[in-house]
């Protein structure tokens, strides 16, 4: 037994047959194992000697075995390593670089100049219901100012937001009349308008929220002209305009100097020198009040304004639509910026 299975050890030829033949010597009803079994009916004399050499042969069985399976894992590792060699010496493929948004550079860069005065930043949903994005605003179902943002509807009470302003509204319910409060909230928002150089259906704009006791218009002249002037340049101006808002009274738009020109002239900014790029004003008692805070206590401001614009003005770019268009060519611009 032990020579034949010696003798067809020596010429297998790969890893299965090494296991038949693994099963036909030492498997459960392998040809050493028959004869172990076999056993008992030795006599007591004959027993122990069989059973040595029974052991003996199956030791050099298993030991030929593991040699040959060792063998032949190494000859497949070998064959592998050959097939797949890399050649380090072939020139790499070159891994096209993304680069950020010039939206989310302006948007990260008014983040860092806000949180830097102590404002944190609180996202909402861009699909919003109507109590937020209007009501809890003081614009009730008939108010004629809802015109102002003719809006994408979903249901009739669910709508695409029109301004980050329903941000408001959230934050001051959720922070339930205490105070102070003093967020900025990032986010596209959506209307109805036909796009065009300057108009598009979805833009961003960043909302502010200050509330506390003893806030003043002041303060909001204040922190907007120390933004106007991190954001364009120490000579940088802004005025304030009375507007109207339905959530802020009294309210205001407010513009800035357009010093920053390109080549030829300054493309984006107005004739006038001036550019608008806000709106905002001091809170209405209304909204402070829906939003379970004490008006007689608390006063407010807020501030919503538009980053394209602000984009534009600070890259002299002339048409909104480039920042929707994902034209590479665009993008690639900002690269290093
Ligand atoms: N939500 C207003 C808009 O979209 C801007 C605004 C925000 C005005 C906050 C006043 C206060 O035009």
Redesign the pocket.
Known sequence: LKEAALASLSDVKDLAELNDLRVKYLGKRGALTEIMKGMGKLSPEERPVMGQQANEVRAVIESLLKEKTEAFEQAILQEKLESQRIDVTLPGRVVARGAKHPLTLIVEQIEDLFIGLGFEIAEGPEVETDYYNFEALNLPKDHPARDMQDSFYITEDILMR????PNQARVMEAKQGEAPVKILCPGRVYRRDDDDATHSHVFT?I?GLVIDENIRMSDLKGILLFFAQEMFGSDVEIRLRPSF?P??EP?AEVDVTCAVCHGTGCRVCKDTGWLEI????MVHPKVLEMSGYDSEKYTGF???MGVERIAMLKYGIEDIRHFYNNDLRFLKQFNRR
């Open positions: 029109t301004h980050t302003s704009q909302e808002f959530f802020t309210s806000l709106g905002s004003g807020a501030f919503g």
